[in-house]
């Protein structure tokens, strides 16, 4: 399963941009810390590997020959893909990082390198998203309306994870339906309200139109050989 040598490139090169962004922290701030305020990327690197591990148990789910493991490791990607399209979020950093004189003119090293760790590590995270999302979405079924409504499904599911885990009130993330399971549940059931549909429909919709695009771009180097 591990001899696949794409995935273990992916994680060469997941950790090649980790250790850029914490090479990037002690020489700009220091110190090595998760706190965005101080240090975007170190946040960034964190990111980034919650969204690996929702990509890898999608690779683990589908390779996997025994159905034990797939229950668990599919579960697990579950629990973990909103941390990849969550990344889109982060882009509330531009304003909260980059004065606008200091983006216009990029005149800073430092603010060079955190702008494109930001933009590197969002376009990363989708990626990550989408590509798990397709590789799920094969292992299921071949017929497009099952893949479609299950597009909606994960993707909606995966709005919800994005709220509750940008939410100022909440700020919660996958490893509290391990620790706290039932109170994590309950507070993911109370997001779900009139109020919080529009943030939970936008991020559904473009999360379907990501993984839609992914599709069609990997269509085209097969209509492009016959």
């Not at 969204?51 to 890898?56: E, H, N, R, S, T």
């Not at 005149?107 to 990363?124: A, D, K």
């Amino acid at each position: 399963m591990l001899k696949d040598k794409k995935f273990i490139g992916l994680q060469v090169f997941t950790l090649a941009y980790i250790m850029f962004c914490i090479l990037a922290s002690l020489i700009f701030t220091g110190e090595i810390t998760l706190h965005t305020n101080i240090n975007l990327p170190m946040s960034m690197a964190w990111n980034i590997i919650l969204a690996l591990i929702a990509f890898d148990f999608s690779y683990f789910f589908v390779t996997s020959k025994n159905i034990i493991g797939q229950v668990i490791f599919g579960l697990i990607w579950l629990i973990f893909y909103p941390n990849t399209f969550y990344l889109l979020t982060d882009a509330k950093h531009f304003s909260d990082w980059f004065p606008a004189d200091s983006v216009s003119n990029l005149s800073s090293i430092r603010t060079v390198v955190n702008f494109n760790i930001l933009i590197f590590g969002i376009i990363f995270g989708v990626v990550l998203g989408a590509w798990s999302a397709r590789l799920v979405l094969e292992r299921f079924t071949k017929k497009i309306t099952w893949k479609i409504l299950i597009t909606i499904l994960l993707s909606f599911l995966g709005a919800i994870g994005i709220f509750v885990g940008r939410s100022a009130s909440l700020r919660l993330n996958s490893w509290d339906l391990f620790t706290q399971p039932y109170q994590t549940f309950l507070l993911i059931l109370r997001s779900i309200s009139q109020e919080n549909l529009p943030f939970i429909l936008s991020f559904m919709l473009t999360q379907c139109a990501i993984i839609l695009l992914f599709y069609l771009a990997v269509d085209f180097p097969k209509k492009a050989r016959k």
